[in-house]
């Protein structure tokens, strides 16, 4: 966020992000509220730093100290207010701020307070926003995961969120032949599922696979905003080969966040699976206008 006035103005927040800054002021305190959103200059604060300094009896030693303690509490400031404020458009006109949990927010903040990279900053921004819009959407086991989680297994994450598939309500990565060009031309191998699956994203199965079982005779999937219509042999107890590869609990919380590329080519091949295991596949094609 640059220095100076913030670019979102008390006029421009809707009702949830007012109820959601107030919501984590009163949490972790000292969050800039919406009409407090004004940057101190750089001026003002070394000022009073040099006022704070000279009221208080310090060895030079002693100063440097207190300065690095102000130094890393305002970093730590500045990538609470940079979340928090990139959380604020992503708001649902629905959202529920004010239904969130305080324990929840304050140890959200404690596990991304020391993050200063933008690009994660993005991913913790959608967190927050995602709880906002739904409280109990993410566990503390998921915030916590992510204090360990570095920015290259975050893209690698990302990649593979680039076939997830919702089947049954729920995303599913659709990994067939780890070794086929759709997957290794898309950045995924097995290598990098073995290294999903031993930081806990997911579960890899590289022999027998997994299989959803329990479908009716018609169920609706979809992949992106493309959706299909599977037909099964029976009317009842259907199932269906999903692959090598299941999301776990945390893994499925923040695939909700992920924003990934479109495969090219992945409907198709998909398509071609599930035909082959004997399931008739109709795309649903949008209404004429």
């Given at each position: 966020?640059?220095?100076?006035?913030?670019?979102?103005?008390?006029?421009?927040?809707?009702?949830?992000?007012?109820?959601?800054?107030?919501?984590?002021?009163?949490?972790?305190?000292?969050?800039?509220?919406?009409?407090?959103?004004?940057?101190?200059?750089?001026?003002?604060?070394?000022?009073?730093?040099?006022?704070?300094?000279?009221?208080?009896?310090?060895?030079?030693?002693?100063?440097?100290?207190?300065?690095?303690?102000?130094?890393?509490?305002t970093k730590k400031q500045k990538n609470i207010e940079n979340i928090t404020h990139q959380s604020l458009p992503q708001l649902n006109a629905g959202a529920k701020p004010e239904g969130m949990e305080e324990d929840w927010i304050t140890n959200f903040?404690?596990?991304?307070?020391?993050?200063?990279?933008?690009?994660?900053?993005?991913?913790?921004?959608?967190?927050?926003?995602?709880?906002?819009?739904?409280?109990?959407?993410?566990?503390?086991?998921?915030?916590?995961?992510?204090?360990?989680?570095?920015?290259?297994?975050?893209?690698?994450?990302?990649?593979?969120?680039?076939?997830?598939?919702?089947?049954?309500?729920?995303?599913?990565?659709?990994?067939?032949?780890?070794?086929?060009?759709?997957?290794?031309?898309?950045?995924?191998?097995?290598?990098?599922?073995?290294?999903?699956?031993?930081?806990?994203?997911?579960?890899?199965?590289?022999?027998?696979?997994?299989?959803?079982?329990?479908?009716?005779?018609?169920?609706?999937?979809?992949?992106?905003?493309?959706?299909?219509?599977?037909?099964?042999?029976?009317?009842?107890?259907?199932?269906?080969?999903?692959?090598?590869?299941?999301?776990?609990?945390?893994?499925?919380?923040?695939?909700?966040?992920?924003?990934?590329?479109?495969?090219?080519?992945?409907?198709?091949?998909?398509?071609?699976?599930?035909?082959?295991?004997?399931?008739?596949?109709?795309?649903?094609?949008?209404?004429?206008?």
């Amino acid at each position: 966020m640059a220095e100076g006035n913030s670019i979102i103005s008390v006029g421009e927040l809707s009702k949830p992000a007012v109820v959601l800054v107030e919501k984590i002021s009163e949490a972790i305190g000292g969050i800039c509220k919406p009409w407090q959103m004004k940057r101190v200059a750089k001026a003002e604060a070394e000022a009073e730093r040099i006022k704070v300094l000279a009221r208080v009896e310090t060895t030079e030693l002693e100063k440097l100290a207190l300065g690095r303690f102000i130094y890393e509490e305002t970093k730590k400031q500045k990538n609470i207010e940079n979340i928090t404020h990139q959380s604020l458009p992503q708001l649902n006109a629905g959202a529920k701020p004010e239904g969130m949990e305080e324990d929840w927010i304050t140890n959200f903040f404690d596990k991304c307070r020391l993050i200063s990279d933008e690009e994660m900053q993005s991913i913790w921004a959608r967190i927050l926003a995602g709880e906002a819009n739904t409280p109990g959407k993410f566990s503390k086991r998921t915030i916590n995961f992510m204090e360990s989680l570095d920015k290259q297994d975050a893209k690698l994450f990302t990649k593979l969120c680039a076939f997830n598939w919702i089947l049954d309500g729920g995303p599913h990565p659709l990994i067939y032949n780890v070794k086929e060009e759709i997957y290794t031309k898309n950045g995924i191998n097995f290598s990098i599922l073995k290294h999903l699956d031993a930081i806990g994203l997911i579960s890899f199965e590289s022999l027998s696979g997994y299989k959803k079982e329990g479908f009716p005779k018609g169920t609706v999937v979809t992949y992106k905003d493309a959706p299909y219509l599977l037909k099964f042999p029976n009317e009842n107890d259907n199932h269906l080969n999903i692959g090598k590869v299941l999301l776990t609990s945390i893994g499925s919380e923040l695939a909700s966040i992920c924003v990934p590329e479109v495969v090219a080519g992945l409907e198709e091949y998909v398509v071609n699976m599930w035909k082959s295991q004997g399931v008739e596949v109709i795309k649903i094609l949008p209404p004429p206008l």
